[in-house]
Nanobody
Framework: QVQLVESGGGLVQAGASLRLSCVAS????????MGWFRQSPGKEREFIAA????????KYADSVTGRFTISKDDAENTVYLQMNNVRSEDTSAYYC????????????????????WGQGIQVTVSS
């Protein structure tokens, strides 16, 4: 079954760290770029971070640069989002996503480039 399953969300205090995980199944994980997005009620889903299929390139939204890190473990079919120094404005539902194109030569960031989504996981930051 082709799917993405996120875990690791929850309630954290401002300034703390949290790591989200997304386990993929049903497709050759190592050959696809992966991304993280987030969406709050009433807002558009926004790009957070992406990693190229080979793991040699990453992209970040300005709002998380220097605080969040995306990584992938091909042996575990898992993509991670390490979130450090979280802020109240990071409160949102977080989604991992898979690139629609296999072995894309560049790192995608637009949500139109992703066609497989996880169910989402809530992160709430208390101040």
């Amino acid at each position: 079954q082709v799917q993405l399953v996120e875990s690791g969300g929850g309630l954290v205090q401002a300034g703390a760290s949290l790591r989200l995980s997304c386990v993929a199944s049903g497709f050759p994980f190592s050959e696809y770029a992966m991304g993280w997005f987030r969406q709050s009620p009433g807002k558009e889903r926004e790009f957070i971070a992406a990693i190229k299929w080979g793991g040699d390139s990453t992209k970040y939204a300005d709002s998380v640069t220097g605080r969040f890190t995306i990584s992938k473990d091909d042996a575990e079919n898992t993509v991670y989002l390490q979130m450090n120094n979280v802020r109240s404005e990071d409160t949102s539902a977080y989604y991992c996503a898979r690139d629609r194109q296999r072995r894309r030569s560049w790192t995608p960031t637009g949500k139109e480039n992703f066609n497989l989504w996880g169910q989402g996981i809530q992160v709430t930051v208390s101040s």
